[in-house]
């Protein structure tokens, strides 16, 4: 390496090291105040060629009405692009506070409008379940978005597509460093190529761990793919992609997707 490339990747090192501590002090305080958010991901397995009417009418008409009440919105409900041979049900359900997500069964199980309003769902036989089973996992938002947000097509329930993206890591300490890249640039890149970003968040419990999971969004496939294409070409990005302490292969061993359609009653 030329002295004049590796002055400039101590240098940039040096800066990442005191900005990490500082967005990890940041992260802290947030999450102490309360100011990140909770997130449930559910992923509901239903039985192929079996119609999922009873699942869909109780996440409609009782269960999202009922989360709202409690402060969890928006909810959002997918359907996989590509269905057929695993259907299932993907619900993005954000708590304002880790009490609010222990609490909430609780709370949904004295709500007497969520149980007079989900009794066909709730009551139904072993011999005609709703769906096979559900898994859940936790995630806390990170620090750089600590909210969702909705760009306005996804706010004004237009036609889109998300992508559910997962990155996993070797360690803990890698997947904390894939966090601080977000939190140090790449968050502000992605919404600002267009990639419609919806939610970050850091896996607590759940699958595959240690990883990251976060959702994008856009007006359609086209659209979705150009912004992948500003987002590789674009300038900040290259610079921050080089930073030693960023490179991929160091900090980050498997990327997944899943490509998302909304159901009509989502609100996200």
């Known amino acids: 390496m030329r002295r004049r490339d590796f002055m400039k990747a101590s240098v940039a090192t040096a800066a990442v090291s005191a900005l ?5 002090a940041a992260a802290l305080n947030a999450a102490e105040n309360g100011k990140q958010e909770f997130y449930e991901l559910r992923s509901y ?8 009417q009873s699942l869909d ?28 041979e695993a259907p299932r049900r993907v619900v993005l359900i954000p708590h304002p506070s880790l009490e609010a997500f222990t609490t909430a069964p609780a709370r949904l199980a004295a709500d007497t409008e969520f149980q007079k309003a989900g009794a066909a ?17 936790l995630l806390r938002a990170f620090a750089g978005m600590p909210k969702i947000e909705l760009p306005p097509y996804a706010a004004q329930k ?20 894939k966090i601080e ?36 969004s856009a007006e359609d496939d086209a659209a979705h793919k150009q912004h992948w294409t500003n987002f590789g070409g674009d300038a900040e990005w290259k610079r921050i992609s080089a930073i030693p302490e960023y490179a991929n292969s160091k900090i980050v061993s498997k990327i997944t997707n899943l490509f998302l359609l909304p159901t009509p009653y989502s609100q996200i």
């Open 181 to 216: 890249m977000f939190n140090n640039g790449e968050i502000d890149i992605m919404r600002r190529v267009g990639l419609g970003p919806v939610f970050y968040g850091e896996m607590l419990i759940g699958t595959r761990l240690p990883n990251l999971t976060y959702l994008l």
């Open 45 to 52: 397995s239903l039985k192929p060629g079996v119609e999922s």
């Open 158 to 177: 237009k036609p889109r597509l998300f992508e559910l993206r997962t990155y996993e890591s070797h360690s803990e300490k890698a997947a904390l460093k």
């Open 121 to 137: 769902y709730l009551d139904l036989p072993s011999s005609d379940p709703a769906y096979v089973r559900f898994e859940s996992s």
């Open 57 to 84: 009418n109780f996440l409609r008409d009782a269960a999202i009405p009922a989360w709202n009440r409690l402060g969890s919105q928006p909810v959002g409900v997918f359907t996989p692009r590509d269905n057929a």
């Open 20 to 24: 990490s501590q500082t967005q990890a």
